[in-house]
């Protein structure tokens, strides 16, 4: 924008101000002058600068939402965050508005080519009252990550985190005051330009949405029932598998639509000729097996989870058995289920944050997971129960810990 | 709908017109009946119906855009034609509009998960100013097989092809009459719920788009060069490569800058450790070896273009090589290009039919194709411009044939 004032500011200098002679000479040296203010300021433009942040208040706040009737995903708060990019001159002013629907022309890329990234993170409020948001930096890494890989434009993760902060900060009476419940925060990038070429986009809109959530299960932990999906696969070496772009998620319901129909809760991806385990539905996938806790390595075929982090970080810290990060075969799994060697299985995501597994059905076979031996009615393994209680502990500020973040 | 307006006659009947007693039984008896009507009516309401098209024709029509000044996918026309999909009640009215926004909720599935899939196809004008389309039912059941595989809503073709013609007839008068040019046809359907749950859509929206194009070369064919890509493959057994979802364009684009970046116009896209070729950009690929037309089979990871199916009908209607849908490895290309038996290679696709290819480069190595033997100043091999004329011929009904469709 400024870049055209200056253009004009040039031009009106010219027949104006002739005081000293016009000279070609001045005309570039001017010309210098004000193509330097205006890159500089294109620079400084460039970037997210939360310096920058307007708030528009909704003039009509809705009614809160009870603890009791939320569903993931499906109430909204008053505001969200909207930042557009555009290739001439970057980001745009960070604006917080009321939450409203978004307008863009049928031939808008994000509607043919899946231009789209997103990221899922939660803020909880404590025991004090006080707001807090769990590892937010690893979010902000991945959704550049994520951008980058769909040629989506990068920006100052530092400055959109402190945007996101404002907007937790105005919506702070939508957190759920009680442990279990919190504010999902949806940060999402999408390409908008108006063209039906394959290409880079030159324009983008980044917008932040927020959902106050419930626990993932509402009567403590319920131990889910996989099919392993053999038709299709999820991911793939040098494909996107690794990152949060739309294109992931799509092509995953039908095998899960599948896995519902024969009566299992969730379908579990396979990869590769030996069938290595890679996903369960959208979560990372954990099996204990005797001294030894196995997760796929991050071969680019899988998503780098915060909560897997999290649990490969407290497993070696608790220093009680092996934490590999390697390949394992549904062969293995079989084997060890068959040899009692097989303790627990767990997914683990944002959502839920672990999610205890009971069984398998692979390729005609049934492999039981064990649950609780000392507590057969337990819906949960001790160690899957003790990831869940740890890290919750965490999450509500009841276990001191850096990975929760005070918002102040 | 209908399905609310039974269930408040019902629940209205019992307060005001008890003269009979009223029993459960009659309760039961009148849900039967509300149950029936409204299952009939779903029935009937389910898919799309042509008759019930609706045309609200714009008011201010948009001017012509001279054919010189055509970018591919950046001009629209004045129309638009929408179809809604409930999961309650099926396919709405179509709806033919004046071109305007779509609006959705920021939480709408499309922009998250790529609920996402297209089809592209073009209307042309003859000689005697007839519009003819080119094999459409090709698209109109690949779109089927599209939405299908990521859970988007099912649609009686035939019926979406009679709303096609009739949003094509009104804009007749952007359809260029000039050899090389056409209407750009876009059907495009989207999962449009307002949910961050992922599953399959309850609400979608279908709409139709068109855009006056010009021929992919301004100034007749530009054979072109290819960055062959190691780093990033394109789709995968089991994956989506086989349909034209959203998810399998956006991730397109790094390979394509960085061929760009190094002076090439494409990427050719392999698969496997002995870098099989699947696709040019977004477009099918043929070898033309001595006495041997090579091209990728459809084993699930290439796309089953109308184009590339074209060509091999042709192909074998000239009975002059050997045709073959088979596995083809770089190092085979390498091989024959070395031997003097490679003689020609190219893309093929709507935008441009066919795109001759002068050149590879793979793992460092350069690998020259051929173009005309004859007239090393062509830019095209002799059969590849054979396939462009005799798919052209058609398209604009020089050549009489059964893929060209006139619109009545």
Same mark, same amino acid.
């Given at each position: 924008m400024l870049h055209f004032v200056s253009k004009r500011l040039l031009c009106s200098f010219r027949p104006r101000? !002739?005081? &000293?002679?016009?000279?070609p000479a001045l005309t570039a040296l001017l010309q210098v002058h004000f193509q330097s203010t205006v890159a500089a300021d294109n620079n400084n433009r460039t970037d997210i600068d939360h310096n920058r942040i307007k708030i528009h208040r909704s003039e009509r706040l809705k009614p809160i939402v009870p603890n009791k009737d939320l569903v993931f995903g499906r109430i909204f708060t008053d505001h969200m965050l909207n930042i557009e990019w555009y290739k001439e001159n970057g980001w745009h002013d960070p604006i917080i508005k009321p939450y409203d629907k978004i307008c863009l022309e049928p031939s808008a890329m994000v509607f043919h080519y899946s231009f789209e990234c997103f990221e899922g993170l939660k803020a909880y409020k404590d025991k004090n009252g006080k707001i807090r948001l769990f590892r937010p930096e690893m979010n902000m890494k991945r959704f550049q990550r994520s951008a980058a890989r769909i040629s989506l434009p990068s920006f100052n993760e530092k400055e959109l985190f402190k945007c996101l902060k404002e907007l937790v900060r105005l919506e702070e009476?939508?957190?759920?005051? $009680?442990?279990g419940f919190s504010l999902y925060i949806r940060p999402t990038l999408i390409g908008t330009q108006e063209?039906? %070429? &394959?290409?880079?986009?030159?324009r983008s809109l980044l917008f932040i949405i927020c959902s106050p959530v419930g626990p993932y299960y509402k009567t403590g932990f319920n131990a889910i029932e996989l099919l392993a999906t053999t $038709?299709? &696969?999820r991911a793939w070496p040098? %494909? !996107?598998?690794?990152v949060k772009v739309g %294109?992931?998620?799509?092509?995953?319901v039908k095998p899960q639509i599948e896995a519902a129909e024969k009566g299992y809760q969730q379908n579990l991806w396979l990869f590769g000729e030996d069938d290595e385990i890679t996903e369960v539905g959208t979560m990372n996938c954990f099996a204990l097996l005797k001294n030894e806790q196995v997760t796929p390595p991050l071969? %680019?075929?899988i998503l780098a989870g915060v909560t897997r982090d999290c649990i490969l970080y407290l497993a070696r810290s608790w220093n009680e058995f092996k934490v590999s990060e390697r390949k394992i075969t549904m062969s293995e799994v079989k084997t060890a289920a068959e040899k009692g060697r097989l303790l627990e299985m767990f997914g683990s995501g944002t959502a839920c944050i672990v999610s205890p597994i009971k069984g398998i059905h692979y390729r005609g076979l049934n492999i039981e997971v064990p649950l609780d031996s000392n507590n057969p009615?337990?819906? !949960?393994g001790p160690i899957t129960k003790r990831f869940a209680d740890t890290l919750m502990g965490i999450q509500y500020g009841e276990i001191p810990h850096e990975w929760s973040v005070v918002l102040n």
């Open positions: 101000t !002739t005081r &000293v002679k016009w000279s009476r939508w957190i759920p005051a $009680e442990r063209s039906l %070429g &394959v290409g880079p986009t030159t $038709e299709n &696969v040098g %494909g !996107t598998g690794d %294109g992931n998620y799509a092509p995953c071969d %680019g075929s009615s337990n819906q !949960t």
